[in-house]
């Protein structure tokens, strides 16, 4: 550990503006969302909330299918998250804790895979995807994100720091089986780890953008997202019903970062990158 | 449950390992290494996204593409953006950490707090940063105002357009780096604290000389890792054209290379130039991610 200074009054004062910038846009988001859309020209931009978010948000699930947006959404990174705790978990415990031919190449093929950017694939990708018939369906967006190289990188390391190599060698001689020795040793202990990596793994889903934008039909099955850039396109002029939706967007994310957010600040300090 | 030995043990032990990993592998081969080489095969011949291979194998979109200025466009705007983002991004995270990784009361908090804007999805942020620099009604404008400045139309001009995109991604960015610096600054061993106080060293020539080499590896990290993702640029830019057909401006002043492989892939549907577009990016992306790297080992000296 470094020696680490007392932080000054000053210091409180910086951190207070950074904090306050990183929260201000999203406030202002949400004080013009609850204001009446005429009110916007006329006063200052720099506002208190008014009164009208409700009616606001009522006029954004007029406008656009919200609700099956919403749905989609948690569909989609409900079903990620859930396949990409299990799956990484089986397969990270397998990288640490089990003795297999080729372990090492293999483990060495999915930390390499980590590192090509996501758009390189992104043309074929969309037309294998439309050559399985999957265009506009949730399938698209939900199978290739099924199990990703972080995943199994981030359960790998968790099974190798907290998963006991003696206790799994004392199940094996005991005649346990693979998956049972998994299920007693392992998954009590990295409990913590996957909980994590269902939160990044949510959030990450839950953001997609580009990729649900190319695949997916905005009318017919929509994401949050695809919507929320709908409604911002320019065929609405109309800034509270924008910065609504935004608002709606952010919501659940904030939420649940409230919630969860210091095992992220946590895990981030452990030098991992979700984004 | 077998027992020890049995048959059906000894193939638990040989095959499940391989079932356990197996659907990553799956996953990884289908939609990971075959787009990969398909990539390369589309690239190579004039490909519509919706009719299909209409034959051409060679370098024809590759040779376009070298004589596009709209990729060339796009390249200086990637990169405009990018630098306009990431040095500002850096030096204010390297800030943010030291003054982090002081005593603080409530340090969770301040920690949690400047992470937030990376959680936001990108089209919500650019969303809000669009009304925030409205020209009309915009936050930044009236700002501005107070100052006497008169209001900037900041989507029509490159500089304005391209400060504006760069303050979105710094927005997003900057609280991440600095939760990477400050992991790393905890671990940078006491002794050489110490040995600077005895050589009797300002603070500023300690940060400079101590804290920020012994962060080398964090600061590596970010500038592979930023690099990567700034020069994907998509959502913020693409959000930030409300309006003006998703080409980045009028004059696409600042479309990015993302946009306009959306562009040529997606809406005009030349599969085969994007495809080349792709592998180019891809090119750029390691060239600069090689040369950030270069930098920091060579301006950040190990302590």
Same mark, same amino acid.
């Given at each position: 550990?470094?020696?680490?200074?007392?932080?000054?009054?000053?210091?409180?004062?910086?951190?207070?503006?950074?904090?306050?910038?990183?929260?201000?846009?999203?406030?202002?988001?949400?004080? /013009?969302?609850?204001?009446?859309?005429?009110?916007?020209?006329?006063?200052?931009?720099?506002?208190?909330?008014?009164?009208?978010?409700?009616?606001? *948000?009522?006029?954004?699930?007029?406008?656009?299918?919200?609700?099956?947006?919403?749905?989609?959404?948690?569909?989609?990174?409900?079903?990620?998250? *859930?396949?990409?705790?299990?799956?990484?978990?089986?397969?990270?415990?397998?990288?640490?804790?089990?003795?297999? #031919?080729?372990?090492?190449?293999?483990?060495?093929?999915?930390?390499?895979?980590?590192? *090509?950017?996501?758009?390189?694939?992104?043309?074929?990708?969309?037309?294998?995807?439309?050559?399985?018939?999957?265009?506009?369906?949730?399938?698209? /967006?939900?199978?290739?994100?099924?199990?990703?190289?972080?995943?199994?990188?981030?359960?790998?390391?968790?099974?190798?720091?907290?998963?006991?190599?003696?206790? /799994?060698?004392?199940?094996?001689?005991?005649?346990?089986?693979? $998956?049972?020795?998994?299920?007693?040793?392992?998954?009590?202990?990295?409990?913590?780890?996957?909980?994590?990596?269902?939160?990044?793994?949510?959030?990450?889903?839950?953001?997609?953008?580009?990729? #649900?934008?190319?695949?997916?039909?905005?009318?017919?099955? #929509?994401?949050?997202? /695809?919507? $929320?850039?709908?409604?911002?396109?320019?065929?609405?002029?109309?800034?509270? $019903?924008?910065?609504?939706?935004?608002?709606?967007?952010?919501? #659940?994310?904030?939420?649940?970062?409230?919630?969860?957010?210091?095992?992220?600040?946590?895990?981030?300090?452990?030098? *991992?990158?979700?984004? | 449950?077998?027992?020890?030995?049995?048959?059906?043990?000894?193939?638990?032990?040989? &095959?499940?390992?391989?079932?356990?990993? @197996?659907?990553?592998?799956?996953?990884?081969?289908?939609?990971?290494?075959?787009?990969?080489?398909?990539?390369?095969?589309?690239?190579?011949?004039?490909?519509?996204?919706?009719?299909?291979?209409?034959?051409?194998?060679?370098?024809?979109?590759?040779?376009?593409?070298?004589?596009?200025?709209?990729?060339?466009?796009?390249?200086?705007?990637?990169?405009?953006?990018?630098?306009? &983002? @990431?040095?500002?991004?850096?030096?204010?995270?390297?800030?943010?950490?030291?003054?982090?990784?002081?005593?603080?009361?409530?340090?969770? +908090? +301040?920690?949690?707090?400047?992470?937030?804007?990376?959680?936001?999805?990108?089209? &919500?942020?650019?969303?809000?940063?669009?009304?925030?620099?409205?020209?009309?009604?915009?936050?930044?404008?009236?700002?501005?105002?107070?100052?006497?400045?008169?209001?900037?139309? +900041?989507?029509?001009?490159? +500089?304005?357009?391209?400060?504006?995109?760069?303050?979105?991604?710094?927005?997003?960015?900057?609280?991440?780096?600095?939760?990477?610096?400050?992991? &790393?600054?905890?671990?940078?061993?006491?002794?050489?604290?110490?040995?600077?106080?005895?050589?009797?060293?300002?603070?500023?020539?300690?940060?400079?000389?101590?804290?920020?080499?012994?962060?080398?590896?964090?600061?590596?990290?970010?500038?592979?890792?930023?690099?990567?993702?700034?020069?994907?640029?998509?959502?913020?830019?693409?959000?930030?054209?409300?309006?003006?057909?998703?080409?980045?401006?009028?004059?696409?002043?600042?479309?990015?290379?993302?946009?306009?492989?959306?562009?040529?892939?997606?809406?005009?549907?030349?599969?085969?130039?994007?495809?080349?577009?792709s592998w180019v990016v891809f090119l750029v992306c390691v060239v600069f991610a090689v040369v950030n790297y270069r930098l920091?080992?060579?301006?950040?000296?190990?302590?």
């Amino acid at each position: 550990m470094t020696r680490r200074r007392r932080a000054g009054a000053w210091v409180y004062v910086v951190l207070t503006g950074v904090v306050g910038a990183s929260i201000f846009p999203l406030y202002w988001s949400f004080a /013009v969302s609850s204001r009446d859309n005429s009110a916007i020209g006329e006063v200052s931009p720099l506002m208190l909330p008014g009164g009208h978010f409700f009616e606001n *948000v009522r006029r954004v699930f007029d406008t656009v299918d919200f609700w099956l947006a919403i749905g989609n959404s948690l569909i989609v990174a409900g079903t990620v998250m *859930v396949s990409n705790v299990v799956l990484s978990s089986v397969a990270g415990y397998a990288f640490a804790r089990l003795r297999f #031919p080729g372990r090492n190449s293999l483990f060495l093929v999915v930390a390499g895979s980590a590192m *090509v950017p996501a758009q390189l694939g992104v043309v074929p990708l969309y037309l294998l995807v439309n050559d399985f018939g999957w265009y506009g369906r949730l399938e698209a /967006v939900i199978v290739p994100a099924l199990v990703s190289a972080f995943g199994v990188f981030w359960m790998r390391q968790a099974c190798e720091g907290a998963v006991s190599a003696e206790l /799994v060698d004392a199940a094996t001689v005991d005649g346990a089986s693979v $998956l049972r020795t998994f299920w007693h040793v392992a998954v009590p202990a990295i409990r913590s780890h996957a909980a994590v990596l269902a939160m990044i793994t949510f959030l990450g889903a839950w953001n997609d953008y580009f990729w #649900p934008l190319v695949v997916l039909d905005p009318a017919e099955a #929509p994401t949050v997202q /695809v919507v $929320l850039s709908q409604l911002a396109s320019g065929y609405y002029t109309d800034y509270a $019903l924008m910065l609504t939706g935004a608002t709606l967007g952010v919501l #659940p994310v904030i939420v649940l970062f409230l919630l969860l957010g210091r095992y992220l600040v946590r895990s981030i300090a452990s030098g *991992v990158r979700y984004g | 449950m077998g027992k020890r030995g049995s048959f059906v043990a000894r193939l638990d032990r040989k &095959a499940t390992p391989f079932l356990f990993i @197996a659907p990553f592998f799956a996953v990884f081969a289908v939609f990971g290494v075959f787009p990969l080489l398909y990539t390369t095969w589309v690239s190579l011949h004039d490909w519509d996204l919706l009719a299909g291979n209409r034959g051409g194998f060679g370098f024809a979109n590759y040779v376009e593409l070298f004589g596009d200025p709209r990729f060339y466009n796009a390249l200086v705007n990637t990169v405009g953006i990018f630098l306009l &983002a @990431a040095v500002p991004e850096f030096f204010l995270a390297l800030g943010f950490a030291e003054l982090l990784n002081r005593k603080l009361r409530g340090s969770t +908090w +301040w920690q949690t707090g400047v992470l937030v804007p990376n959680v936001v999805s990108v089209v &919500a942020v650019g969303v809000v940063f669009t009304q925030l620099y409205g020209r009309d009604f915009g936050v930044v404008n009236e700002v501005l105002g107070w100052f006497g400045v008169p209001p900037v139309n +900041w989507q029509a001009g490159r +500089w304005s357009s391209h400060l504006a995109v760069a303050s979105m991604v710094m927005w997003r960015w900057t609280g991440y780096n600095a939760l990477i610096y400050l992991a &790393a600054m905890q671990a940078v061993p006491q002794d050489l604290y110490e040995a600077a106080e005895l050589d009797g060293a300002s603070r500023w020539r300690t940060f400079w000389s101590v804290t920020v080499p012994g962060i080398r590896p964090a600061i590596a990290f970010t500038a592979v890792a930023g690099t990567v993702n700034g020069l994907q640029l998509f959502a913020e830019p693409q959000l930030f054209d409300a309006g003006g057909g998703g080409t980045g401006g009028n004059d696409r002043q600042f479309q990015t290379l993302a946009m306009y492989l959306y562009e040529k892939g997606f809406t005009k549907f030349d599969a085969g130039y994007a495809a080349a577009l792709s592998w180019v990016v891809f090119l750029v992306c390691v060239v600069f991610a090689v040369v950030n790297y270069r930098l920091v080992r060579r301006f950040v000296s190990s302590p």
